[in-house]
């Protein structure tokens, strides 16, 4: 159930999160899996696909299961609610925030001034912060 699947480090949970797969997440996970494995090259773990995909089901599973919220990618410092931000994930930002994620590290902070991003993910996070406000 943890078998890396392929020599860029994936796991059959890390294709389920990737496919946007709700119930092969909940039957991997309920088997065993680790939802901490599954880990590419670059850092980019099941519960960054999950913030990208706009899963927040998936997010709370993986979460509950012991996947690190503030996992940041090794290639250029992305965190899960980073990576829900970029892709305009309302809901995976919701739950992210919900579940604690801290939004002062990696690229969350802004920290990555090269990219151009920092003002826009700093808005949209506020944006999606205040919207139950």
Request: with cysteine; charged share 20%; glycine share 8%.
């Amino acid at each position: 159930i943890n078998c890396i699947t392929t020599n860029d480090g994936r796991t059959p949970l890390y294709q389920a999160a990737r496919c946007k797969s709700t119930n092969a997440v909940k039957v991997l996970l309920y088997r065993g899996a680790n939802a901490n494995l599954g880990r590419t090259s670059d850092g980019v773990t099941p519960l960054h696909w999950a913030a990208h995909k706009n899963s927040p089901e998936i997010i709370q599973l993986l979460v509950s299961k012991g996947a690190n919220i503030n996992c940041v990618t090794t290639d250029d410092g992305r965190t899960p609610l980073y990576q829900a931000t970029r892709s305009k994930s309302g809901n995976a930002i919701k739950m992210l925030q919900d579940l604690g994620a801290n939004a002062n590290l990696g690229k969350a902070r802004g920290s990555h001034r090269s990219t151009g991003r920092q003002k826009r993910t700093r808005t949209s996070l506020f944006n999606f912060a205040s919207i139950d406000a």
